[in-house]
Every structure is written in structure tokens, then in C-alpha cells.
């Protein structure tokens, strides 16, 4: 969420356990509807309501409708979540143009007359497939063999180094940087079809005039990503150029894991892999010594057991598909978000929310570094959020972090600076944010280390540990 005029993806991250926890208790309500098979002489009870319920309906009335067959009730029956691998799709004829979907629930209804019959849904209901005959799970491939061959030689040089997303570079941020130790800055420009890299100039020049290295974060616009092909073409062309202009390091999209940043239903993991594929081969063969930064996925356990939806994936499920596609050759760095801590980094209990993998430095870290084969980690953008000296309360969504006061985010930002550091996991930590104002739905000003009062006391924690 580096920009301030994007709606927080934090409220979105906040939000999204309870929702986990409402459709768990939906699921628990639906004991008799397990994943082991039920012997049904009746129709099963179900609350019309339910996700689960609309979809097995849907899939039964498809069924039905295609084999002129009766199931209704059903002898037996079976569902699961799971991953489509090459797509709801690939289990029948009977579509014209596969769509991209990749993660719902697969339903297989036994007949009377001992006929099986399988069908597909995504969590919505809104996509249904029928199956030509019953399948068996595929595993998902070792890696992306329709991939380019990765333009050889790493850019990641040298040891760990800070830096700081800025809103801009004037003389007071410039100093506040310096304060801190930070040699880079971070800036984000949103990629829109038809640019020329000439629009980022600006950024870069300014960035090196004062001294710093500079990271140039590139999403792009979801709604213009139709025609995905020529889109990554397009968009891999772009980064080349920004990188031909001198950029340091570019971060290739930001949480293409949610659907704010992705196109629903083609949201995975494999995916995003093809795009930054390409991004990686036209940076590299345009200036070899740009870093390129995977985008950071939003830390998320939004998505429940099965990992995804057509809306979005669990961050750690995200990388393992990317892992599984052959990310690792197309990266320098592992780009990771860390931003809803209320505990010191070298804690690894006493959330007060409980004990999700994304509430604590080190497994934050853990989570993005295990399954890239030893690749290096970029937080390009960890944070911790303090109401303290702004009027107004933290909104709801942000209310767990409304007792973490100004000393506490001075303290665990340098915590965290060390913590990378000794890892020897970690080349840039890009802290969130340096100078942002603002305060209200997304409450960026909170997260910034330039206060209300114009004090800087993370400026002096972190110059401390980075002398």
C-alpha cells in the first residue's frame, strides 16, 4: 500500500480473519457435509445462504442439466477445496475458451443408479464446470516450462543496507534520511498502457541528486490486463526502459496476490510468474546492474484452507506457486511486506490477535525466504503504525495497533534493522513510511517515523544501529 491515494490494503488485511472465521464456523455448522463420503438416504440440510450450499447447488442443477441425470437426493457425495492446476476447465469438452480459474471446490455425486459424476465451482458460484468423468488431483508442475530462459547474473551484490519510502524528496526529508542511515528511497509510479519510461525520469534524477540509491516500485492497472500476453509485453518493455534511465532497483508489480492489485479469478502465484519473467529478462538485458524485486505480497490469511479464491491467495500459498514456477530464477530479491506488528521484531508470541505467522518478524521473514532456494529477502516495506499525537482515533480496521506508542515504533524499527541484518537473509529493508501526512480511512501518517510534531525519534533509534 505505498501510495496514499489507494485505499488500504491493511483494513482489507485486518478484515480478513474474521471473515476466515465466519466461513469456518459455516463449515464446522456443516459437519455432515465432509470431505469423506456421506450416505444419504434424504436430502442434506443446508442453510440456503452458505457459499457451500450455493455451490454444491449450482454443480447438481449443471450436472443434471448435462447428463439428464438424477440426483436429487443423491446417494452419496464428496467435496474438497482444492487447485485446479491448469484450470476449472480442464476436466471437460465442453467449453469453448478455458477460463482462468484456478482454486474453488471440486464436488463428486454418486446416483442411485451408482453413476459418478463430477463437478467443479469457484467460491462464488458464479463459475461452474462439468466434468467429462470423474478425475484424479494433478500435481502442480516443477516449474513454469513455458518460460523464458532467465538472463544470466545476479545484480545483489553487497551486505544489508536501509532505506525509506518517501512521499517526497524535500530538504526535510532528505535530512530526516540521512538522520536515519538510510541510503535508499523508495518511490512507486502506477504503470498505465501507453506510457514512455521517460515519466520516471524525474524520480530517478532527483533520487541520485540527493545521494540515494533508489528502488522504483511498478504496479500496474488490473482493468487493463485483458489481454495478458500482450499486457506482460507491454508492461516488460516499460521496467526495461526505467531501468535503462538508471534505476537501482525495481520492485516488479505490489500484492499481486489480492484483487486490488490482480484481476479476479486469475489470481496465482504461476501466473504473476509470467510477468515478471519477462520484466526480469527486458531489465537485465537493458542494465544488468538494476536489482529486480519480486512484488511483496500482502500478508494475508484471508483465503482459508484452500490457499485462494477467485479473489485472492494466502501470501505463503502465493510463493510456494510462484517457487513451484520457477520465480527464483527471475528475481535478485524477494520482495516481502511486514507492516502489522504490535510486539518487538525479536518476539515470537504475545499478540495479543493470536499467533498468524504475518504478526511476527521472524516468521514474516521465514515465510518469504523458505522457498526460494536461498534468495534474498527485500522488505520493501515494513512498518509499524502509532496513533500517537493525531486527534483522531485509528479507524476500526486499525484499532489493533491504537496502544503502540512512538517509542515502541522507534524501538522495534532499529530492532528490525538488526534482526535483518544478523539474519544474513536480508539485503534492503525499506522502511514504511519516511514523511507521509496523511490520517483517516488509511491511516499512512501513523506508519511515517516524521511525526505530528515534527519529531523523528526512529531517525535517531535507527542512525544509532546503521553507524
Not at 172 to 188: E, F, I, P, Y
Not at 341 to 349: E, F, H, L, Q
Request: negative net charge.
Amino acid at each position: 500500500m505505498p501510495t496514499a491515494n489507494r485505499s488500504s490494503q491493511r483494513a482489507f488485511r485486518v478484515g480478513m480473519f474474521v471473515l476466515s472465521a465466519a466461513l469456518a464456523m459455516t463449515l464446522v455448522l456443516l459437519g455432515q457435509f465432509s470431505a469423506a463420503p456421506a450416505q444419504a438416504q434424504a436430502e442434506p440440510t443446508f442453510t440456503p445462504a452458505d457459499q457451500l450450499t450455493r455451490a454444491f447447488e449450482a454443480v447438481r442443477s449443471a450436472l443434471e442439466d448435462r447428463f439428464n441425470a438424477t440426483l436429487r437426493p443423491v446417494a452419496s457425495y464428496t467435496w474438497e477445496q482444492m487447485e485446479f492446476v491448469n484450470g476449472i476447465d480442464d476436466c471437460t469438452t465442453n467449453v469453448e475458451t478455458p477460463r482462468p480459474l484456478y482454486y474453488g471446490w471440486r464436488f463428486v455425486l454418486t446416483g442411485f443408479d451408482g453413476r459418478q459424476y463430477e463437478g467443479r465451482s469457484s467460491f462464488d458460484s458464479t463459475i461452474i464446470t462439468t466434468c467429462d468423468e470423474v478425475t484424479t488431483a494433478v500435481a502442480a508442475p516443477a516449474s513454469g516450462s513455458n518460460l523464458p530462459a532467465p538472463v544470466s547474473g545476479s545484480a545483489m551484490v553487497g551486505g544489508f543496507e536501509l532505506g525509506g519510502h518517501a512521499l517526497e524528496l524535500n530538504a526535510n526529508t532528505v535530512s530526516l534520511m540521512n538522520r536515519s542511515g538510510m541510503t535508499w528511497v523508495k518511490m512507486q509510479h502506477e504503470y498505465r498502457l501507453g506510457q514512455d519510461p521517460s515519466v520516471v525520469a524525474s524520480i530517478i534524477n532527483n533520487a541520485h541528486a540527493q545521494g540515494f540509491k533508489v528502488l522504483v516500485g511498478i504496479p500496474g492497472e488490473p482493468a487493463e490486463m485483458g489481454d495478458f500476453n500482450g499486457y506482460i509485453n507491454n508492461y516488460a518493455s516499460f521496467v526495461a526502459g526505467v531501468a535503462a534511465l538508471g534505476a537501482d532497483a525495481i520492485e516488479v508489480w505490489n500484492e499481486p496476490n489480492i484483487d486490488r492489485e490482480w484481476p479476479v479469478g486469475s489470481i496465482n502465484g504461476a501466473n504473476y510468474t509470467q510477468l515478471l519473467a519477462a520484466a526480469f529478462n527486458a531489465i537485465k538485458s537493458r542494465n544488468p546492474s538494476t536489482f529486480v524485486i519480486s512484488g511483496a505480497p500482502a500478508p494475508t490469511g484471508f483465503f482459508g484452507a484452500a490457499g485462494c479464491t477467485a479473489n485472492g491467495c494466502n501470501d505463503d500459498v502465493f510463493m510456494q506457486q510462484m517457487a513451484a514456477a520457477g520465480a527464483s530464477q527471475y528475481m535478485d530479491c524477494v520482495g516481502l511486506h511486514y507492516n502489522e506488528g504490535i510486539v518487538s521484531p525479536n518476539a515470537t508470541s504475545g499478540d495479543s490477535r493470536g499467533s498468524y505467522p504475518s504478526y511476527f518478524f521472524g516468521s514474516m521473514l521465514n515465510r518469504g525466504y523458505a522457498p526460494f532456494g536461498g534468495v534474498p529477502v527485500c522488505f520493501t516495506e515494513l512498518g509499524f503504525l502509532s496513533p500517537e499525537g493525531f486527534a483522531d482515533p485509528l479507524p476500526a480496521s486499525f484499532a489493533w495497533a491504537q496502544n503502540t506508542t512512538v517509542a515502541q515504533q522507534a524501538q522495534w524499527l532499529a530492532e528490525a534493522a538488526v534482526s535483518a541484518a544478523n539474519s544474513g537473509r536480508v539485503r534492503l529493508m525499506i522502511v514504511w513510511n519516511v514523511d507521509f501526512p496523511f490520517w483517516g480511512s488509511d491511516p499512512a501518517g501513523g506508519y511515517a517515523i516524521f511525526r505530528p510534531d515534527r519529531s523523528c525519534p526512529a531517525c535517531d533509534t535507527l542512525g544509532a544501529v546503521m553507524q
